[in-house]
């Protein structure tokens, strides 16, 4: 069973940088796309930057590229996002996702699993 649990989330100023980690375990290494989303008060949730676990290949919304950094370390089972450069409409809940079972992580579709998320703020 697939199971994610971020940690990370908390409170900056713009312009500052925070690394939001997700413990990631139950899913078949190499053929499963992992990414973060989140979603921001009173918006829906939009995707922010996948990664495919086989070929480490990313993907990133246009909004987070060039500031924010996706990563996996597999022998610790531990997805990543380095976020840089915050500015206050990064302010969010962000989730941890998998999708199983598919090779091309081009895409913010059909994630049908998910952790309980960690708030991130950024105050101008």
């Known amino acids: 069973q697939v199971h994610l649990m971020e940690s990370g989330g908390d409170s900056v100023q713009a312009g500052g940088s925070l690394r939001l980690s997700c413990a990631a375990s139950?899913?078949?290494?190499?053929?499963?796309?992992v990414g973060w989303f989140r979603q921001a008060p009173g918006k829906g949730r939009e995707g922010v930057a996948t990664?495919?676990?086989?070929?480490?290949?990313?993907y990133y919304a246009d909004s987070v590229k060039g500031r924010f950094t996706i990563s996996q370390d597999n022998a610790k089972g531990t997805l990543y996002l380095q976020m840089n450069g915050l500015k206050p409409e990064d302010t969010a809940m962000y989730y941890c996702?998998?999708?199983?079972?598919?090779?091309?992580?081009?895409?913010?579709?059909?994630?049908?699993?998910w952790g309980q998320g960690t708030q991130v703020i950024v105050s101008s």
């Open positions: 996702a998998a999708s199983v079972w598919r090779f091309s992580c081009s895409d913010f579709m059909d994630y049908n699993y």
């Open positions: 139950g899913y078949p290494t190499g053929s499963t796309c």
């Open positions: 990664i495919n676990t086989g070929f480490g290949s990313t």
